[in-house]
């Protein structure tokens, strides 16, 4: 491993793994945002942006070839890890943030719809164990917990971190019995307003005796051009129905509080880097009706102009409701 990157390893809890790193669908975003800024660190020269669809079809396939020659070489003659790729990676330095601020240090985690795992992953690597919640399964999201599964191993979590099938709003664990619970990025993509009561209705069931709830997730409001272009994006996602509305931060609170817990406290943060790349698939794009697609090709060309950045996030932290 090159010298800057090492100290990128300083936790000490990784095994250093030679050979490629695959990208599946948990390492590519990691490894998009993560190799301009190793590159950069190393030496190594780098055309790449950290944008993780490129601006035209017409480029993927080139920045894809080349992508993953770059973390070819960047595993193979230097050392380069996947932990070292979710550390340099702004989606892994976001939930490694949170949970440094939020999470008590070595506290049992359970991490309520983990999708892919990154706030479950940056909690284990912070030294929880982790729980984690989804009802993803192979009809809808094929080989979803395999990508999980293989996450755990090649970041050597295997230990720390269990998944687990659910709903949400039913997880099979006694009550009083989990001393954090996470919902991280995750508000948006539980789609009906029942869905989200029942979910939070079950934390706080799940909960016990001075436990924590930490909720995150993206706030609508843009401040900025870069920002106006991500929201675009996300209300494209919940037109095509992808994704439900992006919750305000009254919405997110008044879902907390009226689920019964006590001191809802919510905290603004904003990074200065890329944590939750909007994803539209390319292939995904092209089966969409032509009104979806053309919103879609107008927004590629304002991005084009403005860049993009994610919108604040807002941190809302509650504690077990009142007997
Ligand atoms: C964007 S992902 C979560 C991101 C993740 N927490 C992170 O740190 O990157 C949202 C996940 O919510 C899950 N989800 C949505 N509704 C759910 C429900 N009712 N029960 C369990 N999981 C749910 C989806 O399957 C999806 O994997």
Redesign the pocket.
């Known amino acids: 491993m090159g010298k800057a990157v090492s100290a990128l390893g300083g936790a000490g809890l990784i095994p250093q793994q030679g050979g490629s790193t695959p990208m599946d669908a948990f390492a590519y975003p990691l490894a998009c945002q993560a190799i301009p800024r190793i590159c950069a660190e190393i030496g190594l020269g780098c055309d790449l942006s950290e944008e993780v669809f490129p601006a035209s079809q017409a480029e993927a396939a080139g920045v894809q070839v080349r992508r993953e020659r770059l973390l070819a070489i960047l595993s193979g003659e230097h050392g380069v890890t996947p932990y070292d790729l979710f550390r340099e990676s702004g989606?892994g330095q976001e939930?490694l943030a949170l949970t440094e601020r939020f999470v008590p240090a070595g506290s049992d985690v359970l991490?309520?719809?983990?999708?892919?795992?990154?706030?479950?992953f940056?909690s284990a690597l912070s030294g929880s164990n982790v729980m984690?919640?989804?009802?993803?399964g192979d009809e809808?999201?094929p080989g979803?917990w395999r990508t999980f599964n293989s996450a755990r191993e090649s970041l050597g979590l295997a230990r720390r971190v269990s998944g687990l099938r659910?709903?949400?709003?039913s997880v099979p664990l006694r009550s009083d019995s989990v001393p954090v619970i996470?919902?991280?990025?995750?508000v948006?993509?539980?789609?009906s307003q029942a869905?989200r009561s029942?979910?939070f209705l079950e934390a706080a069931r799940l909960l016990g005796p001075g436990g924590t709830l930490l909720v995150?997730e993206s706030t609508p409001a843009a401040d900025t051009p870069p920002e106006e272009v991500y929201m675009a994006y996300l209300r494209l996602r919940t037109r095509i129905g992808w994704?439900a509305d992006v919750p305000s931060p009254g919405e997110l609170e008044a879902l907390v509080s009226q689920s019964g817990f006590n001191r809802v406290r919510s905290t603004l943060i904003r990074f200065d880097r890329d944590y939750?790349p909007v994803e539209f698939p390319r292939e995904a794009v092209r089966d969409l009706p032509p009104s979806i697609r053309e919103e879609h090709g107008r927004i590629e060309r304002l991005r084009q102009v403005h860049g993009i950045r994610p919108t604040a996030v807002l941190a809302v932290t509650a504690s077990e409701p009142a007997e």
Request: charged share 30%; net charge neutral; proline share 0%.
């Open positions: 989606i939930r991490d309520v719809a983990c999708g892919r795992g990154y706030f479950t940056a984690a919640v989804d009802r993803m809808r999201r979803w659910a709903d949400s709003a996470a919902c991280v990025h995750a948006r993509d539980i789609m869905e029942g979910t995150a994704e939750a």
